[in-house]
């Protein structure tokens, strides 16, 4: 079958398509014929060689798809079942294998490719929102890079949740994308030379309880200075590169701030969590509390395209690798 292989880690051009074996359940897994695969800064991370994957490795970690086979001991899922995944390596192939006990089951109104492009990050929005700094109706919110994938789901539920929000993007045409997701100010970050300040004026000259923060080290500074007492700064990702180590005085100095770095699989860490936060993102869905913006699909051979694309910020919304696409 055909797969993505990264045999050294660096730039997108590691990305090479190549003839793998086909793959064997063992037990307790199934083999999913993939349907469509998301593209995340998770995958850039990986190819970029920060978590140290053994090599050579199948980038990807979302997909969408149908059963084809299943090991011993599996009862979670059957062969024909329509099933999503997320946080499980190797999804940039025609086919994958994954864990049936972390396999989502997909209703039947919802399509391979909104599975794929909602899962990962409308779960993480999901806990972001509800668990890492619980959205209050009335707070007003930061949140970086509000036109991309993760910021349009986080700007569209803390609106669904009574929040107001003032987004960063990057360019004119961002800045409109986050408003039609429901952004009430969006500022241009090229525009304004003291961010947190420009941040401080369109909020009556007060700091924020949370900012939501995937861009990292060009944004972690600022993101703090926009905090009032007691504030929270929820670092989620980092696009822009790894944030420097932080003095844990600063969050003393800033009033007594907070600062979390979460990760999704300490939020779906046992089936029924995982379960619970992906029926109340296709419920999301289903309300058009979450609109889905799938704005790229790649072929296979161009995964190599679609990660150039996303680091470049030339695109809004969600990237696919769809394996049937340009053959």
């Known amino acids: 079958m055909r797969a993505i292989q990264v045999y050294e880690v660096g730039g997108p051009e590691v990305l090479r398509e190549a003839e793998v074996d086909q793959p064997r359940p063992g037990p307790g897994e199934a083999v999913v014929e993939v349907a469509a695969s998301g ?7 990986h190819r970029e060689g920060r978590y140290g994957l053994p090599l050579p490795f199948t980038p990807g970690a979302e997909g969408a798809g149908t059963v084809v ?29 994954v864990d049936s006990a972390r396999l989502v089951p997909l209703p039947d109104d919802i399509g391979f490719e909104t599975a794929t492009a909602v899962l990962l990050q409308g779960m993480t929005a999901h806990y972001l929102v509800k668990d890492a700094y619980p959205v209050q109706g009335g707070d007003t919110v930061l949140v970086h890079a509000a036109a991309g994938g993760m910021g349009l789901l986080l700007t569209q539920l803390i609106t669904h949740l009574g929040g107001r929000v003032i987004g ?29 300040a420009e941040v401080r004026r369109l909020n009556g000259g007060q700091g924020l309880p949370v900012v939501y923060d995937g861009v990292g080290a060009h944004t972690f500074d600022a993101s703090l200075a926009t905090l009032r007492t007691r504030g929270h700064l929820v670092l989620f990702g980092a696009a822009s590169g790894a944030v420097p180590p932080v003095d844990p ?43 889905i913006n799938v704005t790229g699909r790649y072929p296979l051979s161009e995964a190599a395209r679609a990660h150039s694309d996303l680091e470049a910020r030339r695109t809004t919304g969600k990237l696919l690798l769809v394996p049937g696409a340009g053959i």
């Open 168 to 196: 960063t993007t990057s360019t004119a045409a961002k800045a409109e994308a986050a408003k039609r997701a429901g952004a009430v100010e969006v500022i241009l970050s090229s525009t304004v030379d003291d961010l947190a």
């Open 249 to 291: 005085m600063r969050l003393a100095h800033g009033g007594s701030l907070t600062l979390i770095r979460p990760s999704l699989g300490d939020f779906i860490a046992d089936r029924s969590e995982l379960l619970r936060r992906a029926a109340d993102v296709f419920a999301w869905v289903r309300s058009t509390a979450l609109e």
């Open 69 to 97: 086979d299943v090991g011993p001991g599996v009862d979670d899922v059957a062969v024909g079942d329509r099933v999503g995944w997320v946080e499980i390596p190797g999804t940039y192939a025609e086919r994958a294998v």
């Open 39 to 45: 593209v995340n800064f998770l995958d850039v991370y």
